[in-house]
């Protein structure tokens, strides 16, 4: 944060005009290129192809197929959307009927694009072993976010990326793109919101917030568009600025998660039809798909995993980003009083073990870090914990504190004494030091339960699906691969529906 009131007070002169010194990516000579695309699994079957082009297009469409030679089918759409201060227009393309985790190879039609390649999502129930990398709290690269000063031969080909990001954690995503299938990213992409922070930007005012955004997105774009990418949101997508008393500056357009709404309402699944055969968790499924409203509140199936991803800014008591909430941000409710606490009762209590025994949920801020208060969220913990509990969840996933963090499986403040061994408490991790221009988060006072600790350089954790009764989670260093910490969570699973 900035804690100069005089810098506050000359911003908005300083916002007021537009100069020649914002650095937009360059415009395309074809205004139909597509840039900043984004994979999704979208259902059992089907994956979301999502992209930006310079100009709205009147019909989208993507082909696809099992060979790169051969894309012989093609879906299309219509409805590209965009909205005030945006260059860009948001489109997206469902590719349904595919086989459970298949290589297809596809191509944004356009004059000016290339063919690449996405592996489709297991079917729940398959009890292959896969990796899920968790990434949170990632910046942008370069002169108006952050840079980074610091092989064994591949099945797949490693996505092309910017020099610059070699030794970043999109850099690290790129280079061991054989290892994990999927990704989620629960909250705080790009950091457009600090365009303050960097001097050259106050003579854009928050025309730097969007120049930031596209660039951010170009730079994901090889691990987004090849990786199914998993979104939910964080604080830095709410408004323009985080300090409440420049929020007067944000235009229309830059207020209440509008880019993320736009960039991933189309591209998020609702939840999943039951794949059990017990007809009550089929009507509970049922329930939590009626009151799922993605991208802030939904869940999906994959393989082993029953993976929920939840709102922790605005639509609870308490939100710190709602109306009333302790960031004064002002933002949603999105959904009805009490939906996103009634979709995640339903869904958890839905969840057949003996189909997918793994239930993961990720949210942005966290109820148990170090540091001291300034880190935890307590009203998420009086809204979520107690859910969470009831319904075992087995791991919940957080960022917003930028380090990496572990912690004995614990409720309401109490260690619970199996550890990892078959726990009826979750276990909590906190992964949001993939890097950004607002920096590390210093380790601080650590509680008696941290099992792991890491504040000494970016980083970001993967999730390592064994089988059905071991699930290891590790956090790896970004800039060299070097492997911090490795745990092996067991859980017996023995329960078809869990209620404790």
């Not at 009626?290 to 199936?301: G, K, N, Q, T, V």
């Not at 004494?417 to 221009?437: C, E």
Request: proline content about 5%.
């Amino acid at each position: 944060m900035v804690g100069s009131f005089s810098l506050i007070k000359s911003l908005p002169v300083l916002a007021a005009g537009t100069f020649a010194s914002i650095s937009y990516p360059a415009l395309p000579d074809d205004l139909t290129t597509p840039v900043q695309q984004r994979l999704a699994v979208y259902g059992p079957n089907s994956v979301s192809v999502g992209w930006n082009t310079y100009e709205q297009l009147n019909q989208s469409c993507v082909e696809y197929g099992t060979s790169a030679d051969d894309l012989s089918s093609r879906t299309c759409t219509t409805g590209s959307t965009t909205y005030a201060t945006s260059r860009t227009w948001s489109n997206v393309v469902i590719l349904s009927d595919l086989t459970a985790a298949t290589t297809y190879y596809y191509k944004i039609v356009s004059t000016n694009s290339t063919v690449d390649h996405f592996l489709s999502p297991r079917t729940p129930g398959d009890k292959t072993p896969f990796a899920m990398d968790v990434v949170i709290d990632l910046g942008v690269y370069g002169t108006d976010g952050f840079t980074v000063s610091s092989s064994n031969t591949k099945r797949d080909t490693i996505p092309n990326i910017e020099p610059a990001l070699n030794h970043s954690t999109i850099g690290r995503l790129a280079d061991t793109v054989d290892y994990y299938e999927i990704v989620i990213h629960p909250g705080d992409f790009g950091y457009a919101d600090d365009w303050y922070l960097k001097l050259q930007n106050l003579f854009d005012g928050t025309e730097a917030y969007q120049s930031i955004l596209e660039q951010f997105y170009d730079q994901l774009a090889p691990i987004a568009g090849r990786k199914l990418y998993m979104a939910s949101p964080g604080n830095h997508e709410a408004d323009c600025s985080e300090i409440p008393y420049i929020l007067e500056l944000c235009p229309e357009g830059q207020k209440n998660f509008t880019d993320f709404l736009h960039r991933f309402d189309k591209t998020m699944p609702s939840p999943f039809t039951s794949s059990s055969t017990n007809t009550n968790a089929q009507a509970l499924a049922s329930k939590a798909a009626s009151l799922a409203l993605p991208p802030f509140w939904y869940s999906f199936e994959y393989g082993m995993a029953h993976v929920v991803m939840i709102n922790t800014e605005t639509d609870f008591t308490d939100a710190p980003d709602g109306t009333d909430g302790s960031a004064k941000l002002d933002s949603g409710p999105f959904g009805s009083q009490g939906q996103q606490l009634e979709f995640l009762k339903a869904d958890l209590a839905s969840v057949d073990r003996t189909v997918t025994p793994w239930v993961i949920v990720a949210g942005h801020r966290p109820w148990y870090s170090t540091g001291g208060s300034d880190n935890i969220c307590d009203s998420c913990q009086d809204a979520f914990e107690e859910l969470f509990y009831t319904y075992g969840v087995d791991l919940g996933v957080f960022g917003h504190v930028h380090n990496s963090q572990r912690f004995t499986p614990i409720y309401n403040g109490t260690v619970d004494s199996a550890n990892l061994t078959d726990p009826k408490a979750p276990m909590y991790i906190i992964a949001g030091g993939a890097g950004n221009i607002e920096g590390l988060s210093s380790v601080g006072d650590e509680p008696s339960y941290t099992e792991f600790a890491y504040a000494d350089d970016w980083s970001y954790a993967t999730l390592k699906f064994v089988d059905e009764q071991n699930l290891q989670v590790e956090f790896i260093r970004s800039s060299t691969g070097e492997v911090l910490d490795s745990s092996t969570l067991y859980k017996s699973h023995k329960t078809q529906f869990v209620v404790q």
